[in-house]
């Protein structure tokens, strides 16, 4: 079983930085993509990141492209997402997620474990 904490969320003005931290419990063991998604009001789950933590590899939907920055570190057990020049449409529930699948296409990533999750606020 897998356990997902995030933490980190926050508000802030439009072009400003967030830093996103998820402590990761349990055996990943084969589950080893992890990532992030966010659901805004009235939208469905969408991917954001995901790193593997056997290649080190990372994915972004291109909305996080050149903005977020997934990362890990294993002797923590933590997953962090930075983000970078947040805009208001930003603005939603950011989870934590493990076992992806999907991968690579943001569009199609789903998971079999969720954190509850950390709302992002951002203001223009």
């Known amino acids: 079983q897998v356990q997902l904490v995030e933490s980190g969320g926050g508000s802030v003005q439009a072009g400003g930085s967030l830093r996103l931290s998820c402590k990761v419990s349990?055996?990943?063991?084969?589950?080893?993509?992890i990532g992030w998604f966010r659901q805004a009001p009235g939208k469905e789950h969408e991917g954001v990141a995901a790193?593997?933590?056997?290649?080190?590899?990372?994915y972004y939907a291109d909305s996080a492209k050149g903005r977020f920055t997934i990362s890990q570190d294993n002797a923590e057990n933590m997953l962090y997402l930075q983000m970078n020049d947040l805009k208001p449409e930003d603005t939603a529930m950011y989870y934590c997620?493990?076992?992806?699948?999907?991968?690579?296409?943001?569009?199609?990533?789903?998971?079999?474990?969720w954190g509850q999750g950390t709302q992002v606020t951002v203001s223009s």
């Open positions: 997620a493990a076992d992806l699948g999907g991968v690579p296409y943001a569009s199609t990533w789903w998971a079999n474990y």
């Open positions: 790193l593997s933590t056997r290649s080190g590899e990372t």
């Open positions: 349990g055996s990943i063991g084969y589950r080893y993509l």
